[in-house]
């Protein structure tokens, strides 16, 4: 249910916590233990705005992406710079 839901905002009193921190450590080490290249806190039970991406691994589904470190995004945003489409693993 909680997938189904519109993550809640990171307030700025929320920064720089033990419970932010603990979430930011808690998708790392599943991303890490899962070989995952993302993870966003409601896929682990937090309506937060919190997501990190990153690959410290070679991956064979995507053969030609070079590793890189976890990044931690908090409250990200996209914006759509073109109206061009492409399809893509996820």
Not at 18 to 39: H, Y
Not at 52 to 58: N, V
Not at 63 to 84: A, C, K, M
């Amino acid at each position: 249910p909680i997938l189904n839901q519109v993550a809640k905002k990171v307030e700025p009193e929320e920064f720089n916590t033990e419970a932010l921190n603990n979430i930011v450590s808690e998708l790392n080490a599943i991303a890490k233990d899962l070989k995952a290249v993302g993870f966003a806190a409601p896929q682990i039970g937090y309506s937060k705005r919190i997501m990190m991406i990153g690959m410290e691994f070679k991956n064979p589904r995507r053969p030609n992406v070079v590793p890189f470190e976890n990044e931690t995004f908090i409250n990200p945003e996209v914006t759509f710079t073109s109206q061009e489409t492409t399809d893509d693993l996820e």
